[in-house]
DNA sequence: GGAATAGTGTCTTTCAGACACTATCTG
DNA sequence: CAGATAGTGTCTGAAAGACACTATTCC
């Protein structure tokens, strides 16, 4: 069809990789689910790290580069997920730039001494402040995303604890209770959600076999699990 | 941070836009699942419809360009959907290339004249041909995602009887379970899907008001229903 | 004992699926 | 009439949610 020199010949897009990264803050009283915003310089105001592709470089070596670089903390372990393309030529009004937008969901800890501001998402999967360009929406749909993911209400099957790996060691049913809360902002009952939840969880032992128990201090101490 | 001479000076990549066009055929006597497959001459085989992205071009737009300089039919109603990015820089050996796959459901009609075959796709979503590149696996994702949609049995609410569109004017609720059934590729019991489906469907009445029936010649004529 | 949290037994409602039956057309 | 397809009444089982109760800790 074309030969060699007129598909080299046409213009080429710029092609950037935008990063919605989703984390469950428990820092205060209650978990909250987080996005991580950063100061931009280029139209000054409040956006998502970003950058350009480099030659025949992949996306996940660029989201390498974006984590090691702009936010400062170790590339990924979970895999980051497509979440739109941004193809408006007058996006970037400094050149014909498409961009991906992906969301990438970490542990909270991953990001001790990020760079930028981890800003809680409302019910809705909005946020309190206006972001620059198409943010916003990314983080949407971002969040709309990882809630596809934490609904667990009617999938009587392949029902997964914590598909993106927001609880780090073993965890009580209150707390995993209380991160499915926070990612879908609903109040979930207790009994039901355990029941659920139950089939597809191991309880940590001991080494007497006894059962681990967690002492958060006050209340009676909660058994322990580990995902299946 | 960088200015505009940097920033243009970086090498870019050609961004195509490859299309897995799905339909539902029924000509023969139980409607099926296809994808259309064309022939290509860049490496010999087949595969699906794509395009680079020209100077300034939005998705959307090259999607137009595919379907009438490439399939030959007017251009899409319904949403295109992105899949997945293909990103391996090694994939084209012309060129660094990226590729956006996308899918696209149309009813069948407009189909009619198309350039290229209608292949069906079989209950794992894989086809019966291996088509070249990352075409196969397009395809797989295409028929998940469209599979997702057509999963009413555990949306109690929210029920779309036929999101894509593949069904035209009235029909009945048979005709609707066994598009159901060619897209999900299984059995549905039709007591269960026609109370599923019931309360989201409009009777078609006739000018007298009395109810318009199918008459498909053999057996009782069914109701026909509009979506709601 | 009282406060707080964990865990469970039971009831109701909802819905899917199975089964069988009735209804209405053609030949 | 038989054959074929449409449509529905009824039962069972699974699971969610509501409610209340018991269990175990700290003070």
Redesign the interface.
Known sequence: ?SN?VS??D??????GVDLAILTVASTTDSPRLCVLVQDR??PDGRGLPGR?????????NAVGDILRLKVNIAPPTSPTR?I??F???DRDD???A?S?AHALSVHENTLAGARGDLVPVAADGGLPEALLFDYDLIVREAVTDLRERYETR???RDVQPDPDGFLAGPFTLAQLRRLHESVLSVELPKDSFNRRMIGFLRPVLRRNRSPALSSDGVGRPAQLYRKR
């Open positions: 069809m060699q598909l080299e046409y213009p080429r897009p710029a092609v310089t280029a350009f592709l480099r030659e025949r470089q992949t996306v996940f497509l739109r393309l193809d408006d030529p400094r050149t014909w498409v991906a009617k999938k009587y």
